[in-house]
């Protein structure tokens, strides 16, 4: 099982056993992300973080992943500050940018531009998001907190229910997210959206096909009880216009109140955020804030432990980091937490 050299792509490229070695790589993680230890094993390696669409947590977890193995970053955000504003292919930005770096992380509005870049790419390539197609790291990332919060409640995956909740047409994370929980067992999907803005239904199907329970609707109150509840935003860059995402903005809110009253008392709720907290849309309410269960900030710190897992795994230094350890010599108050 080895993932050196390789594209991370899609998450069609990992099953059951492939998940567990990355999820055990990226727990091995947690002393030099929570900074007891430092590790320098990716010294003298560069990472080319290219996101040509607006990002925050994705395109800075990259980087810090990156930083924490010891290697250096190279980034571009923006399409109008690349050369492909000038024409220029993904092929050739893909061809140049590889001879810089030793991996490269990238974002781009369009469905299977990573791929397309990653064929000029002489070096790993992970997807950071293409258009509403797939979003890979971040699939795994929230699937390791899913593991990781059902756990602390003494569940598993295999069995549990999810209502998934928002624009389910456009949202990569929720795409991704499915494919990857098909390969579980037994599991409950209750799929929240406008009818305009349901699950793709191929995405459906797989989950039907790998025998799943599927319940789709447009109602929210009364189909929260669910072990995992994942809100997502409206992808408003993904609609014609403004004014048509506006029709569904505000729609499907999560508030404290609603969650007393139509969830379990230990339901999770996830994000993969950005929340859009504009008081006109206001998805997952900051009154949620102290509710011990909203997972959304803990979801975003595991990004580093799998991003960091990846990294080292398509590098093919996984097996060998602590040779690498020293100290840190700076006040970190991160070793609790
Ligand atoms: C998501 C994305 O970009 O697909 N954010 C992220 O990567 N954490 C979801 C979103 O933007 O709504």
Request: glycine share 8%.
């Amino acid at each position: 099982m080895s993932f050196k050299g390789e594209h991370i792509l899609s998450v069609s490229q990992f099953d059951r056993d492939t998940i567990q070695h990355v999820f055990q790589i990226a727990r091995n993680m947690q002393p030099y992300a929570s900074r007891q230890k430092r590790t320098k094993v990716l010294e003298g390696a560069i990472l080319g973080n290219l996101f040509f669409e607006p990002s925050t947590r994705t395109r800075v977890s990259f980087g810090c992943a990156f930083n924490l193995l010891g290697g250096e970053v190279r980034e571009t955000t923006g399409m109008e500050s690349s050369a492909l504003s000038k024409g220029e292919s993904l092929f050739d930005t893909a061809r140049v940018i590889s001879s810089y770096s030793d991996v490269i992380a990238m974002r781009h509005p369009q469905a299977g531009s990573v791929a397309e870049f990653a064929l000029g790419s002489r070096v790993p390539v992970l997807n950071g998001g293409d258009g509403a197609n797939e979003h890979p790291t971040q699939a795994l990332l929230d699937l390791f907190t899913i593991e990781r919060e059902l756990a602390s409640s003494g569940q598993s995956i295999d069995g549990m229910h999810i209502a998934m909740v928002g624009d389910l047409k456009f949202g990569r994370t929720v795409h991704s997210l499915s494919k990857l929980l098909k390969l579980y067992k037994n599991l409950r999907f209750t799929l929240i959206s406008p009818k305009e803005l349901a699950m793709p239904d191929d995405i459906v199907s797989a989950i039907e096909n790998a025998g799943h329970q599927v319940n789709v609707t447009d109602v929210l109150e009364g189909n929260l009880n669910a072990d995992i509840v994942y809100q997502t935003r409206i992808q408003e860059e993904r609609f014609p216009s403004k004014t048509e995402a506006n029709l569904y903005r505000g729609k499907f809110r999560l508030n404290q109140e609603i969650y007393t009253r139509y969830c379990k008392s230990n339901t999770v709720i996830m994000h993969p955020l950005p929340r859009d907290s504009r008081i006109e849309a206001n998805e997952l309410d900051n009154d949620l804030n102290l509710n011990p269960n909203l997972a959304i900030f803990r979801q975003a710190d595991n990004g580093i432990l799998v991003r960091m897992a990846l990294f080292a795994l398509t590098l093919g230094v996984e097996g060998i980091i602590t040779n690498y350890e020293c100290a840190v010599p700076w006040y970190s108050n991160k070793h609790s937490g």
